[in-house]
Nanobody
């Protein structure tokens, strides 16, 4: 059984920080990448970060502010979010994708968490 559980969301002032956690069960980080997505009202879901075999990826809008990391012993992936902006307000989801053999092949996220709300006030 595969399960992803997010935690760590909340209300924070602009410029503040939050650290999100994604506890994964039933998968190995040797085989799966973990992505962080967010979805704001009226907008499409956006992938903001991903970690695959220890290598991080960030969308341009969060580079320098967000840091993704993993603790394999705890089977947990974290998203440290600093210098938060009101535009970061969204429901944040973590998801797991089987690591493809070719980098050019898109990640297919098969498993999703329930989401955690992040609200940044101005």
């Amino acid at each position: 059984e595969v399960q992803l559980v997010e935690s760590g969301g909340g209300l924070v002032q602009a410029g503040g920080s939050l650290k999100l956690s994604c506890l994964a069960s039933g998968i190995s980080f040797d085989d799966y990448a973990i992505g962080w997505f967010r979805q704001a009202p009226g907008k499409e879901r956006e992938e903001v970060s991903r970690i695959s075999e220890g290598r991080p990826y960030y969308v341009d809008s969060v580079k320098g502010r967000f840091t993704i990391s993993s603790d394999n012993a705890k089977n947990t992936v974290y998203l440290q979010m600093n210098s938060l902006k009101p535009e970061d307000t969204a429901v944040y989801y973590c998801a797991a994708a089987l690591i493809p053999l070719l980098i050019t092949i898109e990640y297919e996220y098969d498993y999703w968490g329930q989401g955690t709300q992040v609200t940044v006030s101005s």
